[in-house]
């Protein structure tokens, strides 16, 4: 079991900058790929960024490449997401997720139906 919990959401002008943080529980966090994604109001949720248990590998989605950066502490069993330069269509309930199939893996998934835990969720708000 994994249980994932997002702090660091809120509202932000345009242009500012947010730091996501989802904290992590249980056993083998360390050797999970980990993904953010995120869920606007009447869409679906859509892949954000990917890191490998290592770290070694990320995967960005094309709307927030250059902007979104995404790290963990394996000693704080913490993921992170540093959003920069951010849009009012940035706006969204943002997830994190473990994949645990990619256990020690550099493949990154971009899919929401390869994560099998998600948090809770924590809404970003962009204003213009």
């Known amino acids: 079991q994994v249980q994932l919990v997002e702090s660091g959401g809120g509202l932000v002008q345009a242009g500012g900058s947010l730091r996501l943080s989802c904290a992590a529980s249980?056993?083998?966090?360390?050797?999970?790929?980990m993904g953010w994604f995120r869920q606007a109001p009447g869409k679906e949720r859509e892949f954000v960024a990917a890191?490998?248990?290592?770290?070694?590998?990320?995967n960005f989605a094309d709307s927030v490449k250059g902007r979104f950066t995404i790290s963990r502490d394996k000693t704080k069993n913490t993921l992170y997401l540093q959003m920069n330069s951010l849009k009012p269509e940035d706006t969204a309930v943002y997830y994190c997720?473990?994949?645990?199939?990619?256990?020690?893996?550099?493949?990154?998934?971009?899919?929401?139906?390869?994560?099998?835990?998600w948090g809770q969720g924590t809404q970003v708000t962009v204003s213009s």
């Open positions: 997720a473990a994949d645990t199939v990619a256990f020690r893996s550099n493949i990154l998934s971009r899919l929401t139906i390869e994560y099998d835990y």
């Open positions: 890191i490998s248990w290592s770290g070694a590998s990320t």
């Open positions: 249980g056993r083998s966090f360390s050797q999970y790929g």
